[in-house]
């Protein structure tokens, strides 16, 4: 070339590619420069030593492929079909570039050798690729379209099928049941914590969702998300059962849950009856170990929860030991917790009484 700089549109680069658009607007250049209607190979790969042989070829199979030049594979001859091409105005150029008119779809068509090749440089299999051609012509057909090159049309189809395959299969690769290991990533809880949910009420959902989760047998692969909209949507009911008063106090023996625990309670589908029965040895159990708290509606609707679920048949071993875990956690005594100076206890007293209690009520 007579200079060593090459100009193209950004347009062109940005449908053809920016190494077609580079091979297209050398030969183009050269066909000038030489004023010719051709340009040999090995001109062009001359002028691209940036590339070796097969990627230039690549890069013209491409070219022919959309319809951009005619590459005569025998004598190593490239022209470029352009209606706006400024050189030459030969029978065989007019020819060539008639040849590009809008047409519809023939019921027959059928992708040519060297399209395979290029979906194959994709990454896409030869048996993909044909496996759409029916589809392809039934679309198209149906609509009645026209196109100038019905090659560069499938391609993109396949090209389309072939990525929202990828991804369907890659998100069945991630998708996986609940592990009773499972646990939150930081992020989860990072996200939860900045939404004002309590640390210890995070933690202490983990093993019923687990529990929700695993008993469903349902394959995920976004956990962490389901994790944070459960968590947001049961600490929601949970801060209705909050009592207003900041000072934890023992509960009283006439204790009763407020309105908001009820309406919270029909939200879990849990019987009213069924909470109430299970009011008195509630109230025992507390009465027992003498521990203050500001949230007993709190308390009691974990507490009914979980004589819920062992009626209604979560009682396998593996869930039990679950929500054992949990419960046992809330009710564990707190060291900076208040209790009345008159019923404070030693610490093995408190876990006989808790024996005791869990023992009697098959706790």
Known sequence: MADNFLYFSKDVAK????????????????????????????????ETTFWNKKEVLTLLSKLQLKGLIIFDKDTKRIS????????????????????????????????????????????????????????????????????????IEF???????????????????KRKAIDQSWQPDKEAIEILSKAGVNEEFIKEEIPEFILYWGEKGEKSDTWNSKFIAQVRRQ????QHLIDNSELPKPISPSWKPSQDFYEVLALTEIDKTFADSVLSEFILYWRETGQAHNSWNSKFIQHVKYQWQKQEGFNRSSSLNDIDQRVKSTWEIKPNEKRPVNEVSSKEEIQSKLKELKKKHLI
């Open 15 to 46: 449908t053809l590619g920016l190494s077609e658009a580079v091979v297209l607007e050398t030969i183009k250049k050269g066909i000038n420069s030489q004023n010719n209607q051709f340009i040999e190979l090995r001109w062009i790969l001359n």
């Open 80 to 151: 470029v079909v352009s209606s706006r091409r400024k050189i030459g105005n030969s029978d065989s150029e007019r020819k060539a570039f008639e040849e590009r008119k809008e047409s519809f779809i023939e019921k027959n068509w059928e992708p040519n050798a060297a399209l395979i090749d290029q979906a194959n440089e994709y990454g896409i299999s030869k048996s993909f690729v044909l496996a759409l051609v029916d589809e392809f012509i039934h679309l198209h057909r149906e609509k009645s379209d026209t196109s100038h090159s019905w090659g």
């Open 155 to 173: 391609l993109r189809f396949v090209i389309k099928k072939w990525r929202k395959q990828e991804i369907s299969d890659f998100k069945k690769l």
């Open 235 to 238: 600490w929601a009911k949970t």
